[in-house]
């Protein structure tokens, strides 16, 4: 919805975008287990139908926050060889 602008589940082109905000926290998500990262989200909304889809909004921090755990990932299936 976010890219082609039309709804995967009708087909409808009637989407509404809601913005996310970082300092309205239910835009937010957190992305550690301190809630002391977090990523804002921006809403995709189907008013045809009512299906909803969440963006991640990109920033410095979510590439880093990204980066951290994609080497814990990688570390880890290292040890699996």
């Excluded at 009708?10 to 809630?35: A, E, F, M, P």
């Amino acid at each position: 919805m976010q890219h082609n602008k039309h709804c995967p589940k009708c087909q409808s082109t009637d989407i509404v975008q809601v913005k996310g905000s970082k300092y309205n926290t239910n835009h937010r998500i957190s992305l550690d287990n301190w809630s002391m990262k977090w990523a804002t989200l921006d809403r995709y909304i189907c008013v045809s139908c009512g299906y909803t889809e969440e963006w991640v909004q990109f920033d410095k921090k979510l590439d880093k926050w990204a980066d951290e755990k994609l080497k814990e990932q990688f570390d880890v299936d290292d040890d699996l060889v």
